[in-house]
Each structure stands twice: as C-alpha cells, then as structure tokens.
C-alpha cells in the first residue's frame, strides 16, 4: 500500500506524549499502521495574515508540484517502452525508494534554507518546480518527434506488401533499367492465386514480356512478382491485373532515393540512441527532486495548517501513518475518537466538503486533526 496520511496533533505535556498516544490508539492494540514521526524542523512563522494567504498558496503548489511529479514518471514508462517493469526502481528520491524517502523525512536545510520566510521557501520550490515542468516539455517534445519520425519510418518498411515500403526487398538486378521501351512493374500476389497469376500474367495485356515474371519476396500472405512489360501496355496491364484480384505497385527504382531513405532510417535510429541514456538521466534526477520538493511542501503545509488550528507557541506533532486498506475506515474512526475534542465542530461535519477561509478545506474532507494524503503510486499503470 503506496498511500501515507500526513497528520498532526498538538503537542499534550510534550509532542513525545502526543505521539504515544497516537501509537497507543492505532498501532499497539490494535495494529492499524506503521507510524513514523515526522521532522519538520522550526520555520519562522510570520504573521497570520501571512499564513492565511500561504494556506491557499501552497494548496495550489501542492497540486501542480505532484502533476509535474507524476508527469516526470509516467514520461519515464514512456521512453523505457519495453523495459517498463524497470521503472519502479529509477523513481527514486535522494537514491532511495519512494517510502524509504518519506518515512524517513529529512528537511534539506541546503536546498530551503529555514532561516527564509514561509512565503520565501515555497516560492523557491515553485520556480524549480516550474523549471523542471518547461525543461520536460522541450525535451519530451524534441525525443517524440524524433521516435514519431522513427516509427513512421518503420511502418513504412513493415506490414503487408500492399503498403510496405519495397526499397529494402527489391535489388537493382530485378529490374530492367534505362530501356526506351521496356519497363518491369512490381506486383502482388495473394499466394492462393499463384498458379492463377502463372497461367494469366502474359496475356493480362499485349506486349507482356514471356517468361518475364520472376518471385522477388514472400510474406505470410502474398508474393511480390516482377513482370516485364512494353511501356505502352500499362495502364491496360494495370487495370486488367486489378480485375484479377493482382495489386501493381506504382515503384520506380531509384537508388538515390533509396539509399537516403536508409540513410535517414540509420540517422534517426542513432540519435535515439544517443538521446536516450542522458534523457533517462534527466529524469531520473529531475524526478528526485520534483519529489523531494513535492515532500517538503507537504511538511510546509502541515506547519502552516498546524499553527493555524492549534495557534502560538508552535506546538504540535506531525506523523506519518501509512495504513493498509482493510484498516482504513477503522483507522479514521479511532483517529477521530482520540482527536475529536480539537474541534468541537468537526464531529458534525467529517468526511463534508466545507469552506473555512484560510484553512482551504474546500477541496478535501475535513477532520478535527490536520490531515493530508501522499500517494506515492504514481504511474497510470501498473508495473
């Protein structure tokens, strides 16, 4: 189970009792989760106002940050393509795996320095997020364009012989070349009609060379025939092939055209190549720290969500509890009976919608403790 609840409960006599309350209830008799402590170190406060504002704030950053998050990852599933099953283990935060990372939270002083305001640190996790989020598009961008072009090139020479390209499977020698008067046209024959095309293709039109017809290649369903022809007699062989269920394709030999078409193929098949090492190194570190940046602004909220509810001197308690899905509804119900005297109100309207401004409960449920879900399964599908 992949999803953490992120709450916060004021500190009683000290926050080490708080928490052994909070272990008491859910974990020692009764097994609901594994609980971890979570450190969000001492951040200046500011003014209510302030925190007011900062509350609606870094609501909006906490969603945009986790869509960049999961835009990074699903981006990832989609460049290693076959290798989807390896994605688990580059989505990583600081080298270890997702859970290691929260439960083992760590506020990164170098990155957000705490002697910064609030206002001041979550602007910083906006503009690296947001740079990440541009940096991806232009890349995403660029590398689709380039395997678009690829694939298209590879349906191109794949498929039926009705509508493959044929400049890999023909050779110079089954053609007749530079004649005034003679040309050979390319034709496909379904193979239940080869004794068909042999007793008919010199008679389909005048001026059909005798013995001409020679089988160049073979797929599961048809073979492609080349057949000498007078110039003049091919629309009449054209049409008259078609009446027998025989498909003629319009193809000229054209060695320059063909060796750039390979040419491109090689081209664009290397700088694939090239671009998909560093390109998987980009966003493996730009996933790590679009997370990490994701993480601590979830601890930011907390903080600010805390002072708002429990008030001054700071004071509280943040947890990290990550329940299985059986205990879930359990969970909350022993959760609200051990937090219910918080808020009086609360008791009347958990799991509503409501708007208390500043306290953005608007787009969540609303519990007498602060209370915020990290879900860490990230990717569309499952790997």
Not at 87 to 94: G, I, K, S
Not at 163 to 181: G, M, N
């Amino acid at each position: 189970m992949s999803e953490f609840w992120l709450i916060s409960a004021p500190g009683e006599k000290t926050c080490q009792q708080t928490w052994d309350t909070m272990m008491a209830a859910t974990t020692r008799n009764n097994n609901l989760s594994t609980n971890h402590k979570f450190n969000i170190p001492d951040l200046k406060v500011g003014t209510l106002d302030v925190l007011v504002g900062l509350s609606d704030e870094l609501a909006k950053l906490d969603s945009f940050v986790e869509g960049v998050v999961k835009k990074v990852a699903q981006y990832m599933a989609d460049v290693l393509e076959d290798s989807r099953d390896k994605v688990q283990e580059n989505l990583l935060a600081n080298g270890v795996d997702l859970v290691t990372y929260i439960t083992r939270f760590q506020w990164d002083m170098a990155k957000y320095p705490i002697k910064q305001s609030l206002k001041n640190i979550s602007e910083i996790i906006s503009k690296q997020v947001s740079q990440i989020d541009n940096d991806l598009k232009s890349r995403a961008s660029a590398y689709n364009n380039l395997k678009g072009n690829l694939q298209n090139l590879e349906r191109k020479n794949a498929g039926s012989l009705l509508t493959r390209s044929l400049a890999d499977i023909v050779k110079k020698e089954d053609f007749v070349l530079d004649s005034e008067y003679l040309i050979t046209q390319l034709v496909v024959v379904p193979k239940v009609a080869y004794t068909d095309w042999q007793k008919t293709y010199e008679t389909l039109a005048e001026m059909v060379v005798p013995r001409s017809s020679n089988l160049l290649f073979e797929d599961n369903d048809s073979g492609l025939f080349g057949v000498t022809l007078f110039r003049k007699a091919i629309d009449d062989f054209k049409h008259k092939a078609r009446e027998n269920k025989f498909t003629v394709r319009d193809f000229q030999y054209n060695e320059e055209e063909m060796k750039a078409d390979k040419e491109e193929m090689t081209r664009l098949s290397t700088d694939k190549k090239k671009q998909f090492g560093p390109l998987v190194r980009w966003l493996k570190v730009n996933f790590s720290e679009a997370f990490i940046a994701w993480i601590h602004i979830k601890a930011l909220r907390v903080f600010v969500e805390s002072v708002l509810r429990y008030g001054l001197p700071v004071n509280f308690q943040a947890m990290l509890l990550q329940p299985s899905k059986k205990t879930m509804k359990k969970l909350r119900e022993v959760l609200n009976d051990l937090y219910k005297h918080l808020d009086s109100s609360a008791a009347a309207i958990i799991d509503c919608a409501m708007d208390i401004p500043g306290l953005n409960l608007s787009q969540q449920e609303y519990y007498p403790y602060v209370y915020y879900k990290i879900d860490c399964n990230l990717l569309e599908f499952k790997v």
